[in-house]
């Protein structure tokens, strides 16, 4: 028990500070656009078997992209995960390439049962990134002056969230409910210097503040197809939300500065709808497949409906453990695998991008038996519809820690 309350104690403080640690996770130039890179917000098995959630039902790790995964957690235990990770990125425009390197804590979450019936979910978990900073000399069209353009974006959205699972039938259907606080910031510099001393620069910079509820209802059913075989199907629905956003708007022009704040802007997050179901064999294999569908032609950005279209994405991924009850290490390790694919939300001048990844990844399992450490290496295409948008290349590692511990266990002395 005082190691669960120590866990809590340190998750407290890193909770306090959470909003800074996901604002340096990407260098995309195309996060200049919406609100940036969407997160995987699947957790460490997920992760790596190509981020597939919706199905998944574990007691021994945390599955927020399902909440109605909760109660398939033991009645006495209690389990805390945290996660990180790092990418090397590589993007070609057809004449220049560049290659950067960042990483950053993702998430944390707690998990733990309130009744026999009943188990709840807190944590925090990144909603979308921003991070980007490109330029290029250019020559102004109507004269021979010559000027530097440069481009800066920071930030991204996050949400907190605390989520309740009830099981309403043997063990078989369960409900659940994720209530979060959406909230972060994104803003967008751009600025022109210029070669000739007497014009003066010209600067803007766009700051977006968000502040919200965000709603995930989730719904999984169990169908046993022998006895030690089963079926899982998820479903998960997240509605549609205009922001409560705040938008400011900074500009000088010829060493003239004015300022704008507004309000009354439109800013939506869209309607989505899950779907997953996995497939369980003698708590040795897994295999799972998700589907999600985004409505983000319905939603607004600076009230403006044309910048997004609808998205859609499809993983697979597996697990195998070779002996989770033997003595040998290496038979007790889980071993994953998945791939994804995804179109992207953004409209950029009517083209956009698609999404192609593969993961593999190692659940290795600690002396006490229920923790575990989960590692995922994960490569990333992003393939432009046109030629003259830029190709990106990721590997990414990622990291986390699920602690489990015993929940109100009283030991018995002889």
């Known amino acids: 028990m005082l190691k669960i309350k120590s866990i809590i104690l340190v998750a407290i403080c890193i909770l306090s500070q959470m909003s800074l640690f996901a604002q340096n996770n990407t260098n995309s130039p195309y996060t200049r656009f919406g609100y940036g890179e969407l997160a995987d917000r699947s957790f460490g098995a997920g992760r790596a078997m190509g981020g597939i959630g919706y199905g998944l039902r574990s007691s021994k790790q945390i599955n927020p992209l399902n909440p109605a995964s909760y109660t398939s957690i033991d009645s006495m235990t209690f389990i805390f995960d945290f996660g990180a990770s790092a990418q090397l990125s590589w993007f070609d425009d057809g004449q220049n390439k560049q290659n950067n390197y960042n990483g950053n804590i993702e998430y944390l979450a707690m998990q733990f049962p309130l009744h026999k019936r009943v188990a709840m979910s807190i944590g925090v978990l990144p909603y979308s990134y921003v991070g980007y900073d490109f330029g290029a000399l250019k020559k102004a069209e109507d004269s021979d002056l010559n000027y530097i353009e440069n481009f800066v974006g920071t930030g991204g959205l996050n949400e907190v969230y605390a989520g309740l699972s009830i099981d309403v039938w043997k063990k078989r259907l369960s409900v659940g409910a994720n209530v979060g606080y959406f909230f972060g910031n994104i803003t967008h510099e751009r600025n022109l210097s210029f070669s000739n001393s007497e014009t003066y620069p010209v600067y803007r910079k766009q700051r977006v503040d968000v502040k919200d509820i965000k709603l995930d209802l989730g719904l999984q059913y169990t169908h046993p197809v022998g006895l030690k075989e089963s079926l899982n199907f998820g479903l998960v629905y997240s509605p549609s939300n205009k922001l409560n956003a705040t938008s400011y708007d900074i500009e000088s022009l010829n060493n003239v500065a004015k300022a704008d704040t507004v309000t009354d802007l439109g800013f939506d997050i869209p309607e989505s709808y899950g779907f997953g179901v996995s497939y369980v064999k003698n708590n040795k294999l897994t295999l799972g497949a998700d589907f999600l569908y985004q409505t983000w ?43 994804h694919y995804s ?56 990291v986390n820690y699920t602690f489990n511990e015993r929940w109100f266990f009283k030991w018995k002395l002889d």
């Open 297 to 339: 032609d319905k939603a607004k950005f600076f009230d403006e409906t044309s910048q997004f279209k609808n998205r859609m994405r499809l993983a697979l991924g597996g697990e195998f453990i070779p002996g989770f009850a033997e003595k040998s290490f290496l038979k007790r390790v889980s071993y994953r695998g998945g791939i």
């Open 343 to 398: 179109n992207s939300y953004l409209n950029i001048n009517g083209n956009s991008y698609k999404e192609y990844g593969a993961s593999v990844g190692f659940g290795l399992p600690l002396v006490d038996g229920r923790s575990i450490i989960n590692l995922s290496f994960e490569y990333v295409k992003i393939k432009p519809e046109i030629s003259t948008m830029i190709d990106e290349q990721y590997l990414r590692f990622t």
